[in-house]
């Protein structure tokens, strides 16, 4: 993946990794359980570990090898994906490198400890609270948004160029 047209690629997944990693390590120095206000309660601050998945899925005490696991799978397909994407799509390629660099990121907490991935942006919307969270998910999630967006784009331009389309709307 060093052609010229995807240098993109790995500088994003390098800066989501560093910055998760630094802002982990500044939680885990700074923060106790009790929540640091910054925006009233809409947005705190607040060590959390998760040791399931996004929202806090856990599949009992094995959550740690299997979220392990599917994460490795993960990044292998995410690096067929990025191998497969043409040189000049800059868009799937910094959507693909979101996405594994945040998997990276919560994969290296996974790996470091058994206490679970560190959370600490928590957001409370009224009543209805976020699952607390961490730069790498947002990386993920927005990455994942990014990467539905441009797949759904490609099968769209797909179907327009494709001869049976055409021929779908010449008939009666």
């Known amino acids: 993946m060093a052609t010229a047209g995807r240098w993109v690629f790995w500088p994003v997944v390098a800066v989501v990794v560093v910055l998760d990693l630094i802002t982990k390590q500044l939680a885990v120095a700074m923060l106790g359980r009790v929540p640091v206000y910054l925006l009233g309660e809409w947005l705190s601050l ?10 806090g899925i856990h599949v009992g005490e094995y959550s740690r090898v299997v979220f392990t696991l ?3 799978v993960a990044l292998v397909v995410l690096g067929a994906m990025a191998r497969q994407t043409k040189a000049g799509d800059r868009t799937r390629l910094v959507a693909l490198a979101l996405v594994c660099g945040g998997a990276v990121g919560n994969l290296i907490d996974r790996l470091r400890t058994s206490r679970g991935v560190v959370d600490f942006i928590d957001v ?7 699952p607390t969270f961490n730069v790498a998910d947002m990386a993920v999630s927005c990455g994942a948004i990014l990467l539905a967006v ?8 797909g179907e327009r160029a494709s001869p049976q389309a055409d021929a779908a709307e010449l008939s009666p």
Not at 150 to 157: N, T
């Open 70 to 72: 599917l994460a490795l």
């Open 150 to 157: 441009v797949l759904w784009q490609e099968g769209k331009d």
């Open 124 to 130: 409370w919307i009224g009543s209805f609270h976020w």
């Open 46 to 55: 607040r060590l959390v570990y998760n040791r399931g998945a996004a929202f």
